[in-house]
């Protein structure tokens, strides 16, 4: 299954571990996460503590490529995820991390 990140300028092919849901998933969280970032919700560093997680955005999208190299995109330069596939099937390690959210 091919997986293509579709970025201000062009499209990046992504690894075939990289699955559609996956990607889609970061790219929700990456989007409410940059929301909450703005409207000062939380913050851009770990010290901040009182417990609640740092703004990193370039962590939450960081990609393997289908070269076997890596990307790390910004949210605000990302337009969207497609894939050559109807539907998914989940992993193991999909289900895992669904119940981790």
């Known amino acids: 299954m091919t997986c293509t990140l579709l970025v ?3 499209e990046i092919e992504l690894h075939d571990s990289e699955s559609f849901n996956k990607v889609r998933q970061r790219l929700n969280r990456a ?14 560093d770990k010290e901040s503590g009182n417990g609640a997680q740092a703004f990193e ?8 490529t289908s070269d076997g190299g890596r990307l790390a995109v910004d949210i605000e ?3 969207g995820v497609l894939s050559d596939q109807y539907k998914d099937i ?4 999909e289900d895992e991390d669904e119940d981790e959210e």
Do not use: A, C, V
């Not at 989007?31 to 851009?44: F, H, M, P, V």
């Not at 955005?57 to 393997?64: A, D, K, M, V």
């Not at 989940?90 to 390690?93: A, I, L, Y």
């Open 8 to 10: 201000r300028g062009g």
């Open 31 to 44: 989007r409410k996460l940059s929301e909450d970032y703005k409207n000062g919700t939380i913050s851009g």
């Open 77 to 79: 330069n990302t337009i």
């Open 90 to 93: 989940k992993t193991d390690e």
């Open 57 to 64: 955005p370039f962590h939450l999208l960081s990609f393997r």
